[in-house]
């Protein structure tokens, strides 16, 4: 059973009774689901999942006001709960519950993300928050959220400013030029075989970041990077293809050919999206075309690298 089913199923059998029986005067105060840190998160779970911060639990979401009035009884609450569930077995709990499941503060669930628990209200601010975790804020199920308070942020930052898609976009197009398509071959030629496949390495990374992009969604950190692109409806694919180049990083041959039919795919996604209608196949062009429409003037004449 994947790790979002058992919580909803954890939730429903004894979260929800124990809500109703002790917390009846409080129901429309308390959101509930599994947001956040940890493969079943992202429904990327498995049996090797198993072994590490994996439990049958769900998070508490409350604001700061029902934090004084009932958290810490909401917090031994569910402390109380059976540690075992449908043979898997709860891990060892702190007062609070486990470290990423039981009872927050929507403020505080918010903030180890944003830095202020809430949606940035600036482009600086956006473009300062690895897209790593914008994908656990944004992931996973909320079961219940009867004040809505956060699924409003949940919402905002589902909904990033498009000039920061575009400037990150931009960043991808860059690096994927100098590291893929220019330094790669060089230094193969070179017999830097290392640094040949280290470029390599970060040219798969920033064109799977920029199929996230162009797909308006979030990348996750390193280790779901390449398992969330089949989730992903344009250029999904990908995936099969990053693997063919990193199986043989020093085969000149094969991937040269791969690196440049990937760019080449994303070029003509881009085309699609109407970010760029030049004939180049090189990506550094590209990169300043898309800076290009990008609407704040401060952004849009930035360098196309960080």
Not at 134 to 152: K, M, S, W, Y
Not at 186 to 202: G, V
Request: negative net charge.
């Amino acid at each position: 059973m994947k790790g979002l089913e058992l919580s909803k199923e954890y939730y429903l059998e004894y979260g929800k009774p124990m809500l109703e029986n002790e917390f009846s005067d409080y129901l429309d105060r308390i959101a509930v689901g599994l947001v956040g840190h940890g493969s079943e998160c992202f429904g990327f779970d498995d049996d090797i999942s198993l072994d590490h911060d994996f439990e049958p639990g769900f998070c508490l979401w409350i604001d700061d006001e029902a934090e004084k009035e009932f958290g810490f009884k909401l917090f031994r609450a569910y402390r109380r709960l059976p540690e075992e569930y449908k043979g898997v077995k709860m891990q060892k709990k702190s007062a609070l519950g486990s470290r990423f499941k039981g009872v927050h503060t929507i403020k505080e669930f918010y903030s180890f993300y944003t830095g202020t628990g809430d949606v940035p209200l600036t482009l600086d601010h956006w473009l300062s928050i690895p897209d790593f975790y914008l994908a656990e804020a944004t992931n996973g199920i909320v079961f219940a959220d009867p004040q809505g308070e956060f699924t409003r942020i949940r919402e905002g930052l589902m909904n990033r400013p498009e000039d920061i898609r575009l400037k990150k976009l931009a960043e991808c197009l860059f690096s994927m030029a100098q590291y893929g398509q220019y330094n790669y071959s060089r230094c193969l030629e070179h017999k830097e075989y290392t640094a040949a496949a280290t470029i390599l390495s970060d040219y798969v990374k920033y064109a799977a970041e920029a199929v996230y992009h162009l797909n308006k969604a979030y990348a996750p950190y390193y280790k779901w990077l390449f398992k969330g692109l089949e989730k992903l409806p344009i250029l999904g694919y990908t995936k099969d293809m990053f693997y063919e180049l990193m199986k043989e990083p020093y085969n000149k041959e094969k991937n040269i050919p791969l690196i440049e039919n990937i760019a080449k795919l994303i070029i003509e996604e881009i085309k699609n999206q109407g970010l760029s209608n030049r004939p180049d196949d090189y990506l550094e062009p590209f990169a300043y075309d898309v800076l290009a429409k990008i609407s704040d003037n401060e952004l849009r004449n930035s360098s196309p690298i960080r």
